[in-house]
């Protein structure tokens, strides 16, 4: 009796979305390696394991393929941020819960530094790119706001603000560097920076 071979059996229409994220995947990791949008189609396949036309049919074109990247990126990182505050008790803890996130292992990791820098670069001139990074900074600042205005009152739209270029820049500036991110030491950095602001809004 022939032995059923779950991968190479499997209905082509079942391998879309396994093709698919494994082409996300290596995405991410080749631009994350060059730390450049200058990767090819090709090579991108090739790490997925598939052809570039193959690649192209999924997608249509790399702008495509990074574009579902960077949207996977922001997924996972959703997902952190919503179980974090999930068991956040009380608003400052819901601050601390989001700043954490965003720095955590799965987050924080040197391939995804190198996307979202090239994020901000496609931004410029993609109106894709444009319209998701609006999303992913809406939705960070309601969260923010929703968690410092019971503690700061009219001042949590620019402390919003603040934590997220906070944010921001920890990325920016993880890119000169070389190894694994650190994500503890960006985390202390950022809460001390809230911790300073709150005594400061506890003292006015």
Not at 145 to 172: H, W
Not at 174 to 198: F, H, I, N, Q
């Amino acid at each position: 009796m022939q032995e059923f071979c779950w991968v190479r059996d499997m209905p082509k229409l079942g391998m879309e979305p396994i093709r698919k994220d494994a082409l996300i995947k290596a995405t991410i990791v080749e631009i994350g390696r060059s730390g450049s949008l200058d990767v090819t189609v090709s090579q991108i396949a090739k790490r997925a394991g598939m052809s570039p036309a193959l690649a192209h049919h999924y997608f249509g074109s790399k702008e495509e393929m990074f574009l579902a990247a960077m949207r996977h990126v922001l997924t996972l990182y959703g997902a952190e941020v919503r179980g974090a505050l999930a068991v956040a008790e009380g608003p400052e803890a819901r601050v601390r819960a989001i700043l954490r996130a965003s720095f955590s292992a799965g987050n924080f990791r040197r391939e995804v530094v190198g996307a979202w820098l090239n994020f901000w670069v496609l931004a410029q001139t993609s109106d894709g790119a444009r319209r998701l990074l609006a999303i992913y900074q809406g939705r960070l600042r309601s969260n923010l706001l929703t968690a410092l205005r019971p503690m700061v009152g009219g001042r949590a739209r620019e402390l919003a603000e603040a934590l997220g270029a906070m944010i921001d820049g920890l990325y920016l500036r993880e890119v000169l560097k070389s190894g694994t991110p650190d994500g503890r030491a960006a985390v202390t950095m950022a809460l001390s920076y809230l911790d300073a602001e709150l005594m400061k809004a506890g003292r006015e």
